[in-house]
């Protein structure tokens, strides 16, 4: 059987494709960095606020309860 050779429309179709295929594989990648970008701020805001809640606990006791919304601080009833 002799070489055949797809149309030009057919592959122009097939690099379009191709190019869309590895554009959206890419896209996957970038959002994959962002994701681990996230992940490590979250961690270290993690730290942050337990390093905070730290020194909270030592002003205002373990038992402390503080109110996000209004900064009030109760202490917890069992």
Excluded: C, P, W
Aim: glycine share 4%; net charge negative; charged share 25%.
């Amino acid at each position: 059987m002799a070489n055949a050779q797809v149309t030009q429309e057919e592959l122009v179709m097939i690099q379009e494709l191709n190019s869309e295929f590895n554009k959206a594989k890419m896209a996957i990648g970038d959002v994959e960095l962002q994701k681990q970008q996230i992940i490590r701020h979250i961690e270290e805001l993690k730290v942050k606020f337990s390093a905070h809640e730290q020194i909270l606990v030592e002003k205002y006791g373990v038992d402390s309860v503080i109110n996000i919304q209004t900064g009030e601080v109760t202490q917890k009833t069992e």
